[in-house]
């Protein structure tokens, strides 16, 4: 504890007395012809780009720009748009204006928007498109006090209560020119402890929840994150394109490279991505699990399309001598000059080349959080000789709170405790939490505040995790997710999941089983994967609806089903699955928008395929049910 306390104190006396704003000038000064942040938009082709000291007169600018039109302090600010320059602007210009920026997921329902607009008291939203006008109109209509600020200025309906975004910004420039003082008096009453942000979190259940995060959190969240993956000392190259609602984005890319001066690259359509990272060539990455899935679905898919063995069995040779490496630099292990020139020849004769490929072959630093990470997915990676650090957090611990780095590495755990954070298990396995990190509560919601932090302190995360004697940590599953059968089994869901997504060909998986007499699941074809092997077995088709049918098909998702039921207990294994007609996407409603599965949705939008499932007492693995198209 002792040391704990010492690192806690000592990354406090770092950010002691200090603002995002502090750290943002700075920046602005150190690396200010830096590049800061650069975008697609309002440009014919590449990037439009500002430097950092651009960025921090543009910030201020729309600070301005935002008094200028009645926001008071303390008062939240909503934006809804893409990861581009204006919404960075639009953030980091409330924070000067003394209010509190709020990002909303892009994909919530209009029903929800007014929910949290109404319950947060914002008085000014920033939109961009008419997508998200029309996701704003219920809530605008609702409070006729309520201005929005339009970035498209093609869209910009009629009203007193519109304006551009270009008139935002001629509003601030006029204030800064004759009464500075304004901006100058609400950036002089920021604290540590003034919030930095309200994140409304995506619950699967319920109302969401605002999340209060101050400036003192955000501050040592990132400084500790950065610490703890080895990347304080040094500018990184990064693309932005998990929403700027979600906690590990606004870490990632705003907080951290406000204290850092690094290069985000921002992209709207995050279908893009692996398009763009092979652009931009990123020194430090961020995937949730989906994505690193999808990395190793399409590299397997070209390997299972090649005609050539010697090719298949050079880039298996090589992915075996990757891994050996990766696995010598694990906690406890050991690295050998045999292993070591293994790694060197195999990165020479392909992987490095795959790395290019895929855009990661300067990276130095990948990480993966969100959900828990396939291990299989892991040591894919590691045989390309990419280290994905997996962490684990939540936005009410304003992201991680352990994290698997350089020097403290375990593949299949999220990591230990980040510097001066103090992370213990509950007697029933709950992960608790205490440090500098933790939100101060949820906005308006006293009660919700006071079942989240207990009397010492403690946040508890709702997460069920295990601990070894070297302090890495594992996270199972949800604690209100865990599956109790009918006959009393505790089953947690994920790892089932997990098991039977090893399969390139399986995209999605949900395990289900509670109070029922044993585990069955929903399945869906990888819509890249599934297409090329169904070609090489010579399965005709014509969509993946289509394919879903095919008895080959089925046949080979019955053998990936009984593969994971090898690898799981009795109580966990896969009596039963039905194979979906279509996949699960962003923009499908059975995902959150950092591509989470929402449970109670996929319970209830296929409860009577379930229930088929459950129709004959199946207690022979290999019973399926096709679902509709």
């Not at 602005?28 to 697609?40: I, L, Q, V």
């Not at 975004?165 to 402890?193: C, K, N, Y």
């Not at 490496?325 to 020139?341: D, H, K, L």
Request: aromatic share 6%; with cysteine.
């Amino acid at each position: 504890m002792t040391d704990v306390m010492t690192e806690r104190s000592r990354i406090e006396a770092l950010i002691e007395g200090r603002t995002l704003v502090h750290h943002l000038d700075q920046t602005a000064e150190a690396w200010g012809d830096e590049p800061g942040y650069s975008d697609r938009n309002d440009v014919e082709s590449g990037w439009r780009t500002l430097t950092w000291a651009e960025t921090r007169e543009a910030a201020r600018d729309v600070a301005a720009g935002f008094v200028a039109l009645g926001v008071d302090a303390g008062v939240p600010l909503a934006i809804m748009a893409t990861n581009r320059i204006e919404h960075v602007l639009a953030d980091l210009g409330a924070v000067h204006a003394g209010a509190i920026p709020m990002s909303i997921y892009n994909t919530s329902s209009p029903e929800q928007v007014a929910y949290i607009a109404n319950h947060s008291g914002a008085r000014l939203v920033v939109v961009e498109t008419a997508d998200h006008l029309a996701r704003w109109r219920t809530a605008i209509e609702a409070d006729p006090e309520l201005t929005v600020v339009v970035i498209d200025e093609d869209i910009l309906p009629d009203g007193d209560r519109y304006l551009t975004w270009a008139e935002l910004v001629a509003a601030g420039r006029a204030l800064r020119r004759d009464t500075p003082q304004r901006l100058d008096e609400r950036i002089a009453a920021l604290s540590p402890q003034s919030p930095a942000t309200i994140l409304y979190t995506s619950g699967t259940t319920g109302n969401p929840k605002g999340v209060v995060l101050t400036h003192a959190n955000v501050l040592y969240e990132a400084r500790s994150t950065m610490e703890a993956a080895g990347l304080i000392d040094d500018r990184q190259i990064q693309v932005s394109y998990l929403p700027l609602a979600h906690i590990a984005e606004r870490v990632l890319g705003i907080y951290g490279p406000v204290m850092q001066g690094s290069h985000q690259h921002c992209i709207a359509d995050p279908t893009l991505l692996l398009a763009t990272l092979g652009e931009v060539r990123p020194t430090a990455f961020f995937g949730v699990p989906r994505v690193w899935e999808k990395i190793q679905t399409g590299i397997s898919a070209k390997l299972a399309a090649d005609p050539d063995p010697a090719n298949v069995k050079l880039v298996q040779d090589s992915m075996a001598a990757g891994l050996a490496w990766v696995s010598a630099q694990e906690t406890g292990s050991v690295m050998t000059p045999e292993i070591e020139a293994a790694y060197a020849k195999a990165d020479e004769a392909i992987l490095g080349f795959l790395k290019l490929l895929l855009g990661l072959d300067r990276v130095r630093w990948c990480a993966s959080a969100s959900a828990p990470m396939p291990v299989e997915t892991t040591r894919f990676m590691a045989g390309l000789g990419l280290k994905v650090y997996d962490v684990y957090g939540m936005t009410e611990t304003c992201g991680a709170v352990t994290v698997n780095g350089p020097g403290h590495f375990r593949m299949g755990t999220v990591g230990v405790a980040t510097p001066g954070m103090e992370v213990k298990l509950a007697d029933d396995g709950e992960v608790l939490v205490r440090g500098p990190v933790n939100t101060p509560g949820y906005h308006r919601n006293p009660e919700a505040t006071a079942a989240l932090v207990d009397a010492d302190g403690w946040l508890h995360t709702g997460d069920i995790g295990t601990l070894d004697d070297d302090g890495f940590f594992s996270i199972i599953d949800r604690k209100k997710e865990l599956i109790i059968t009918s006959v009393g089994k505790n089953v947690a869901p994920s790892n089932i999941e997990n098991h039977l997504k090893e399969s390139p060909l399986i995209g999605h998986a949900m395990a289900i089983g509670d109070n029922r007499p044993y585990i069955v699941a929903v399945l869906t074809l990888d819509g890249e994967v599934a297409p090329i092997m169904a070609e090489k077995m010579g399965v005709e088709f014509t969509d993946l609806a289509d394919l879903s049918t095919k008895p080959e098909i089925r046949a080979a998702v019955q053998a990936a089903v009984d593969r994971a039921n090898e690898k799981l207990s009795r109580p966990e294994q896969v009596k039963a699955f039905a194979l979906l007609a279509h996949e699960w996407t962003a923009e499908s409603e059975e995902l959150t928008p950092s591509l989470k599965l929402k449970r109670r949705v996929v319970s209830r939008k296929y409860a009577e395929l379930v229930d088929g499932l459950y129709a004959d007492d199946r207690q022979g693995a290999g019973s399926t049910v096709a679902a509709p198209a």
